[in-house]
């Protein structure tokens, strides 16, 4: 099993169905809890959301919203893709990025 692929592609799903779950799209949101988890799974980039947490909870461009936490947690789906790599994780546990030897 390549969990490279499947750890990322599992976390997007769960942020997919998160968002579902959340909206509506009739301009009122279904759960606030769905929301607070998409933003949590969508951290940290997810935070400029909490600015308009007033216009969100009336509906104001959820459509925006989604494709915005789509697109963060596509971020996030490639930095757990890149960290998921065979031997990517124990190279940065043991320090080894990107070290250069000067002499």
Do not use: Q
Not at 36 to 48: C, F, G, K, N, Q
Not at 65 to 88: C, D, E, H, Q, S
């Amino acid at each position: 099993m390549k969990r490279h692929i499947v750890i990322p592609a599992i976390y997007f799903l769960i942020v997919l169905v998160c968002l579902l779950i959340a909206f509506d799209y009739d301009g009122y949101m279904r759960s606030s809890a769905a929301w607070l988890v998409t933003v949590a799974l969508t951290l940290p980039w997810s935070v400029v959301s909490i600015i308009f947490m007033w216009a969100l909870f009336h509906g104001a461009g959820l459509e925006f919203f989604t494709i915005m936490y789509l697109a963060f947690a596509a971020v996030n789906a490639y930095v757990i893709y890149r960290m998921a790599l065979p031997g990517k994780m124990t190279k940065f546990l043991y320090g080894k990025v990107n070290t250069d030897n000067y002499g």
